[in-house]
């Protein structure tokens, strides 16, 4: 599947493969969490979590574990918006183990997701220290540096969308044309087989978690400097 033709009225759109892919993802975390939510409240807190209640307390940790050093205090604040989108891009990123385009090598995704990030972090500065402060802000610790502050805050985006989407697309293409040298010298590259799991291992698990973390530490720490953390 290359992706969908959606037809609205006199025209078509074409949806690319990764981008359905990351809208069936989100549809199903939504369904999940608001299941996994009911469980939770139904929960007796004086016994230990079992079950899906368990899964979501490690997953809810792994996620404090990874922004929390930065927010602090904030952290419960802006836990269900990462902890989410850590769910969402772990996921995507392990798409590439179904042999299914990974929506993270998509740079429509992750330049979405470098947005989200960014307009969250300045609209909280604005929140807190309004327009005029906002601006104040640029001109700190010297007005010469102005410009520079502006390049960092234009820069920010663009370093966490592209690395994201160039570690995963890296990954993908590494692993695609192992697979085609393996079928082109079969039956004599058999023994490749044993080294593509350990492979995947990297490109598809170990690449995901990292990324994941990478993206959310930064985030999270531009965040708590536009928080006063």
Known sequence: MEGLLVTVGDKQFFVHQSIVIWLVLCLIIT???????????????????????????????????????????????????????????????????????????????????????????????????????????????????????????????LSLSLRLFGNMLGGSIITGLLYVLIKALLPYSIISFVVTPFLHMYFDVFSALMQTFIFFTIASFFLSESSDV
């Open 31 to 157: 369904i999940t969490l608001i299941w996994a939510g009911s469980k939770i409240k139904k929960a007796d807190p004086s016994k230990a979590p079992t079950g899906v209640v368990l899964v979501f307390e490690i997953l809810a940790k792994a996620a404090i574990s990874t922004i929390g050093g930065n927010l602090k205090g904030l952290t419960w604040k802006h836990l269900p918006l990462f902890g989410t989108l850590m769910l969402a891009i772990v996921l995507s990123n392990l798409m590439g183990l179904f042999g299914l385009q990974v929506p993270t090598s998509n740079l429509s995704v992750t330049g979405t997701l470098g947005m989200l990030m960014i307009v969250l972090i300045h609209g909280t500065d604005i929140k807190l220290h309004g327009i005029v402060g906002k601006i104040k802000g640029m001109f700190e610790p010297m007005a010469f540096l102005f410009p520079l502050n502006v390049a960092g805050d234009l820069a920010l985006p």
